[in-house]
Nanobody
Framework: QVQLVESGGGLVQAGGSLRLSCATS?????????LGWYRQVPGQQREFIAA???????KYADSVKDRFSISRDSNKNTIYLQMNSLRPEDTADYLC??????????WGQGTQVIVSS
């Protein structure tokens, strides 16, 4: 059973923008301590991109700081990743993660982002 559903990926030219969404259930959203975005290129390790905690504090990887922004909408049980000034090296599958204390992390199936040069 899929617990998190990502959307918003696609093909974009370098310098463009995309906004990714990750929707989950109220049960998961309300119990989650940290919600985050990761990305993965086939054959490479999964890379942390951004995270937001319940108190709305955020953390970013150096590679996306000042270009990407993570936010949450508690009314919609959804987090977002606004990606600006996209680069070809941002091409990857983007996955969201819900970390709940005492439970295994929940992961979505990912949404593909392709940035053309």
């Amino acid at each position: 059973q899929v617990q998190l559903v990502e959307s918003g990926g696609g093909l974009v030219q370098a310098g463009g923008s995309l906004r990714l969404s990750c929707a989950t259930s109220r049960s998961i959203f309300s119990r989650t301590n940290v919600l985050g975005w990761y990305r993965q290129v086939p054959g490479q390790q999964r890379e942390f991109i951004a995270a937001i905690v319940k108190g709305a504090a955020t953390k970013y990887a150096d590679s996306v700081k000042d270009r990407f922004s993570i936010s949450r909408d508690s009314n919609k049980n959804t987090i977002y990743l606004q990606m600006n000034s996209l680069r070809p090296e941002d091409t990857a599958d983007y996955l969201c993660d819900a970390a709940i204390l005492g439970e295994a992390d929940y992961w979505g199936q990912g949404t593909q982002v392709i940035v053309s040069s």
